[in-house]
């Protein structure tokens, strides 16, 4: 399964962008992660395959929304009420087989996207 992620770009704080991520395949559990510049990559967010679990980590909670179109193959990430703190580079990850732990949503994803870089000027 190869993944596809798009729809970053420079924005201003407080403005909103909507991030995609195409998969070539099916999947079971999606979700997003970021790296900024000279940290470690970390968790951002994640769905389960009938998108009834979400999860988000605690800095854009309330200010991300994550969401999937299974006949489309796609997951979705949007974001209101960007910061400066977000910018970094934002990968879509995603899952072949079932997820049975809520700690595997955040770890340990079989396929990974090329990353869009998301800037957020102050």
């Known amino acids: 399964v190869q993944l596809q992620a798009s729809g970053g770009g420079l924005v201003q704080a407080g403005d909103s962008l909507r991030l995609s991520c195409a998969a070539s395949?099916?999947?079971?559990?999606m979700g997003w992660f970021r790296q900024a510049t000279g940290k470690e990559r970390e968790f951002v967010s994640a769905?389960?395959?009938?998108?009834?679990?979400?999860y988000y980590a605690d800095s854009v909670k309330g200010r991300f929304t994550i969401s999937r179109d299974n006949a489309k193959n796609t997951l979705y990430l949007q974001m209101n009420s960007l910061k400066p703190e977000d910018t970094a580079v934002y990968y879509c990850?995603?899952?072949?087989?079932?997820?049975?732990?809520?700690?595997?949503?955040?770890?340990?994803?079989?396929?990974w996207g090329q990353g869009t870089l998301v800037t957020v000027s102050s």
């Open positions: 769905i389960s395959w009938s998108a009834d679990s979400t």
């Open positions: 990850a995603a899952k072949s087989s079932p997820t049975y732990s809520i700690r595997d949503y955040y770890r340990a994803y079989d396929y």
């Open positions: 395949g099916r999947t079971t559990a």
